[in-house]
């Protein structure tokens, strides 16, 4: 079986060039800093003969607050927790301060970025990367002559 490449950024950030305008550098700035502080959910990666499948364990996050997109050859994961305190209660103590996902991955091109699903179950994603055609494993006849 064939290995198909799925890189994970050590560090992720947008670049910004200087003829960047001033407006679009303040908000890459934001989101660094948002970046900065949002968790990297634990992702699981299973390849098979057709595409590959992502787990990202993501709990207490809502569909409303959960985006997957394809940004070039990036297929990015933001989403945002939901931890809701029943009225007149306070938390005496908080273990996860930062309330925001982010993971990113850069796909080879082995892989169709135009058929990608998701589905949300139980704070569990699922991401299904099927590869392209010209990647797939395929049968080749041998005639006799």
């Known amino acids: 079986m ?3 490449a799925v890189h994970t950024p050590a560090t992720d950030t947008a670049s910004v060039s200087a003829s960047t305008a001033t407006a679009t550098a ?11 502080y ?3 959910p634990a992702v699981d990666v299973i390849e098979d003969a057709q595409g590959l499948t992502l787990f990202a364990d993501l709990p207490g996050v809502p569909r409303e ?4 997109r394809v940004d070039q050859d990036r297929l990015v994961i933001e989403a945002e927790m939901q931890l ?3 009225a007149g209660l306070a938390a005496g103590h908080v273990e996860v301060s ?3 996902y982010r993971r990113a991955f850069t796909l080879s ?6 058929q990608i ?3 949300l179950n139980h704070g569990v994603l699922r991401v299904r990367i099927p590869k392209a055609a010209h990647a797939q494993p395929r049968k080749i006849d041998v005639k006799l002559s």
């Open 109 to 114: 091109k082995e892989l169709d970025a135009d």
């Open 38 to 40: 949002a968790i990297q």
């Open 84 to 86: 809701d305190l029943p």
């Open 65 to 68: 607050q959960l985006q997957l």
């Open 98 to 100: 930062r309330q925001f």
């Open 26 to 36: 303040a908000s890459t700035q934001a989101a660094r800093r948002r970046d900065d």
């Open 117 to 119: 699903s998701a589905e």
């Open 2 to 4: 064939s290995t198909t």
